[in-house]
């Protein structure tokens, strides 16, 4: 495939290819290992997006930052604990199919198909497709379809970490009240009073379908999360002790990012019929 000017396509590493977006509306990069948008930056504007330095860009291996696709299973496989968290799409290569450019910047499409490898991990037929927009917004599209005769039930997650300046001064607004699963320590429901403020670990999975923002005093910007698709969104610091606990995060890295994530966990889970399909998107804009 010959590839637009905008785009060029290297290897971070041999054997693990990577384009770089250099258009007149943005930077970002973008790896083939699970579709991984890694890096986004409008024009004139700081890094969006939040790559761990100690991020790990091997084949296989999910990437620490960016926007991992959590699928076909959001966090922990729902009866083995043995299979892979967040599911098979972060750790596997992806086809590139599309790749083209037009003023309003860039736009990508990746697909991934059952193979003999994910039917040991997840016994169904299925299509996946990613299409990625990159410009002054950033938008990220999966769709899944079911290519098998049954019905199959998916989670699903578009993990997108944010960069901010201190976190402990960010506001997060949208999701008053609301109830949420509060999965730090006994998973509980319980039910938000007010914006979200950060003094402590967070990981929560609020029954929501609207947009979000990010207000972010340190560095003087705020950014709006939209999605469509989506009836779960996440919001999720690691703190003090779990970044201690993550060896592809720098210990002080929970001051510099916080995940809002487009999903559909718990009750929000989708069961998509024969030759049916079910998208989740996800828009970041400053």
């Not at 409008?42 to 100690?54: D, F, R, T």
């Not at 990220?140 to 993990?159: G, M, P």
């Not at 779960?232 to 929970?254: F, G, M, Q």
Request: aromatic share 6%.
């Amino acid at each position: 495939m010959s590839l637009p000017s905008s785009i060029t396509l290297t290897e971070a590493i041999p054997g693990y290819p990577v384009l770089t977006i250099h258009h007149t509306t943005c930077l970002a990069r973008v790896a083939l290992n699970g579709a991984h948008v890694m890096e986004w930056a409008p024009a004139g504007q700081s890094p969006v997006l939040y790559l761990s330095p100690q991020a790990v860009l091997e084949p296989g291996k999910p990437i620490r930052g960016g926007i991992p696709i959590c699928w076909p299973w959001f966090n922990a496989h729902p009866s083995d604990a043995t299979k892979p968290m967040h599911g098979i799409a972060r750790n596997r290569p992806w086809t590139l199919k599309k790749a083209n450019e037009s003023e309003a910047g860039v736009k990508l499409m990746f697909v991934l198909c059952n193979d003999a490898e994910t039917h040991e991990l997840w016994p169904h037929g299925f299509e996946a497709q990613v299409t990625i927009l990159l410009g002054q917004k950033l938008e990220v599209s999966l769709e899944t379809i079911n290519k098998s005769d049954s019905s199959f039930v998916i989670t699903e997650a578009l993990h997108t970490y944010l960069t901010v300046g201190d976190i402990s001064k960010i506001t997060v607004k949208g999701l008053a009240d609301t109830d949420y699963l509060d999965t730090v320590g006994e998973r509980m429901m319980r039910h938000q009073t007010g914006d979200i403020t950060f003094d402590r670990e967070v990981d929560r999975q609020y029954a929501s379908t609207g947009a979000v923002t990010v207000e972010d005093p340190a560095l003087g910007r705020i950014i709006t999360v939209e999605k469509e698709g989506s009836g779960t969104t996440v919001v999720w610091n690691p703190w003090i002790e779990k970044s201690k606990r993550l060896a592809d995060l720098p210990d002080e890295a929970y001051h510099q990012f916080l995940c809002i994530e487009a999903a559909n966990a718990g009750d929000s889970a989708v069961t998509i019929g024969p030759g049916a399909s079910h998208v989740i998107r996800t828009v970041v804009h400053l």
